[in-house]
């Protein structure tokens, strides 16, 4: 009987580690960011996970990506299709969910 318990628990825990990246890449694809960015190769802006390499590890990133997926930027990277707009399809919590899973890739 404790061994089940413990197998279930396993289970649970495993799932709760797999779960927030696979729901980070559904909002990503829900709100659009994948039309333009692609996980592993550059579409009309940068793939994501060149993103992550460029700004892993510096202070503050994940606030500053926030900002520039709510209100657009550009000049960092050279794209055919200039700036990225703002994103108001994007709530601020989802910005920073967003900022998070894109850093979080490798």
Do not use: F, N
């Amino acid at each position: 009987m404790k061994i089940a318990h413990l197998s279930l628990l396993a289970l649970c825990l495993s799932v709760t580690a797999v779960t927030p990246a696979l729901a980070d890449q559904a909002l990503a694809q829900r709100k659009a960011c994948l039309s333009c960015h692609g996980v592993d190769k550059a579409v009309l802006g940068p793939s994501l996970k060149d993103v992550a390499s460029k700004y892993r590890g510096h202070k503050g990133m994940e606030a500053k990506l926030a900002e520039k997926i709510l209100k657009g930027g550009g000049g960092v990277w050279k794209m055919p299709m200039g700036p990225m707009p703002a994103q108001s399809q994007v709530s601020s919590a989802e910005a920073r969910q967003l900022s998070a899973w894109v850093l979080s890739l490798k």
